[in-house]
């Protein structure tokens, strides 16, 4: 009985002794947590403050693409959100350990270790950022009033018929922000920890940084390229102008400008080799050596088809002039009437081309053909000019045919009227013969000009001469065969009546 009241007397005692070494813990504690919880309200509100000063609700908003007013995502909430439990996480862990609970302040203590590691990367890439943000509005805005001052979207506008509502400039300023931030990235990224992406970004920026004198050095050559392109467009158009090309295009026929064809021609002739060179300056092989390469063949072609070119305009001159030259020269020997004269009086007659316009416009296509002929074979195009040889050769044999069978209609006119003035209404039957055989005889000679199956129009002609002299024959025979029969009995009755001696 006395060991237990002594027992429970110790025990009494320890656990006094326990309480009066732990309530200063606790008050300690508790003072801490609330001095932790009124540090973690006042450091939030302090944030919350200081970023809605600088608007960054409204900043983010903008830069996310949504409306200011919307304030979203709320990032001023959100940052004075984590910096409240932040310092009451730290206040927890304080007063934890002032409990001596180690199984539950350790753990805090070193997620807060964590977080506060963390929120120095943070707060250093937010720094850089902010720092990168500055650097990207200033030179924006300088590139804006550079541009603005020197007027570029509206020498754009003139120059290159480019739309001043497209904002070159714009666009020119916020590349060279794009820039600035892309030259702070990996830097943002490394204080984050995010190691991986930094140097990922880092061989990017560095790949550009190497590619910007490229860039810079194919604009200057595109810039000096375009300028003298257009110097001398001007200039060939100025002087062709001058020298009355337009003028006499429009006499040839020519709707459009010959001198401004031209000038775009020269243009071109020094764009091309321009871009091509700002490829090369790129670094681009890719595309500069095909381009190159083609360019230099495009160079090598150049001087055929001019030479060729040429020939077609010439010759297109000369053929207006030669057609009409022969078209006046055939109306003045009365050619126009030969149709008539030939007895086709439906080639003749109002809304039907005049003979010798159709002979001038035959004449002129003629002249283009050999033209043709001749810038197909400069060209290289061997069986085009084979082919518009050929053609030429058929037209000439055409052309000789119908003068051939021409001829034969006159000749066959002219023997039918002198055989019906000769023989009068009795002579029609022997006219028409004439006129016909006539006819045919020319369409078989203008047929062998034209070399069409030669074997098988002679074979026709000759089977056609002796069919109508054994129809004559034949004709003759049997018409004839009484007068032959009483002919025939005469001699033998004459041979009777004188018997020899």
């Not at 990996?186 to 991986?196: H, N, R």
């Not at 002739?269 to 595309?287: C, E, K, M, R, S």
């Not at 044999?397 to 003068?403: D, E, K, S």
Request: glycine share 10%; hydrophobic share 55%.
């Amino acid at each position: 009985m006395v060991f237990l009241q002594t027992q429970a007397a110790f025990n009494v005692n320890d656990l006094i002794n326990q309480l009066t070494e732990f309530l200063p813990n606790l008050l300690i504690g508790l003072v801490m947590l609330i001095i932790g919880w009124v540090i973690a309200t006042i450091l939030a509100g302090v944030v919350r403050g200081v970023l809605r000063r600088f608007h960054v609700d409204e900043r983010v908003a903008r830069a996310m693409g949504n409306e200011a007013d919307e304030a979203f995502p709320p990032v001023t909430g959100w940052v004075g959100q984590i910096v409240y439990y932040l310092v009451l996480l730290y206040a927890l862990g304080i007063f934890f350990s002032w409990l001596r609970i180690d199984a539950v302040s350790q753990p805090l203590s070193d997620l807060a270790a964590k977080f506060t590691g963390s929120l120095s990367g943070i707060v250093g890439a937010a720094i850089l950022a902010v720092v990168a943000w500055v650097i990207a509005t200033v030179v924006q805005t300088l590139v804006n009033r550079v541009a603005d001052m020197s007027r570029l979207d509206e020498r754009l506008s003139t120059q290159v018929g480019m739309e001043e509502e497209q904002g070159f400039s714009r666009s020119l300023a916020a590349g060279a922000s794009a820039l600035v931030w892309l030259a702070f990235l990996p830097q943002i990224l490394d204080s984050l920890g995010l190691t991986a992406l930094s140097s990922q970004a880092s061989g990017l920026v560095s790949n550009i940084v190497n590619f910007i004198p490229g860039i810079f050095g194919a604009a200057i050559v595109l810039l000096v390229g375009w300028f003298i392109a257009r110097v001398l467009r001007q200039i060939a158009v100025n002087l062709l102008t001058a020298t009355g090309v337009d003028r006499l295009g429009s006499r040839a026929g020519i709707e459009f400008s010959l001198s401004r064809l031209i000038g775009t021609l020269v243009y071109a002739f020094i764009l091309v080799p321009t871009v091509v060179q700002a490829l090369d300056t790129l670094g681009i092989t890719a595309v500069s050596e095909p381009a190159t390469n083609m360019l230099n063949r495009f160079l090598e072609f150049v001087p055929t088809v001019v030479s060729a070119g040429v020939i077609l305009v010439v010759a297109y001159l000369a053929a207006r002039l030669v057609g009409g030259l022969v078209a006046s020269l055939l109306a003045g020997v009365g050619f126009d009437s030969w149709p008539s004269r030939l007895g086709l009086h439906g080639l003749s007659g109002e809304g039907i081309a005049s003979p010798s316009g159709t002979a001038g416009n035959l004449a002129q296509a003629a002249v283009m053909l050999f033209a043709a002929t001749a810038a197909a074979s400069q060209l290289g195009l061997g069986k085009l000019a084979d082919a518009i040889g050929a053609v030429l050769d058929l037209g000439g044999q055409a052309i000789l045919a119908l003068a051939v069978f021409a001829f034969g209609v006159y000749l066959a006119n002219l023997a039918r009227t002198t055989i019906l003035g000769t023989m009068g209404e009795e002579g029609r039957t022997v006219a028409m013969l004439g006129r016909y055989a006539i006819l045919i005889f020319a369409g078989f000679m203008a047929l062998s000009q034209m070399q069409l199956g030669q074997e098988i129009v002679t074979s026709g002609f000759s089977a056609l001469v002796y069919a109508i002299a054994a129809a004559v024959a034949l004709a003759f025979g049997l018409g004839g065969r009484d007068y032959a029969a009483r002919q025939l009995a005469r001699w033998m009755g004459e041979g009777e009546t004188h018997p020899p001696a």
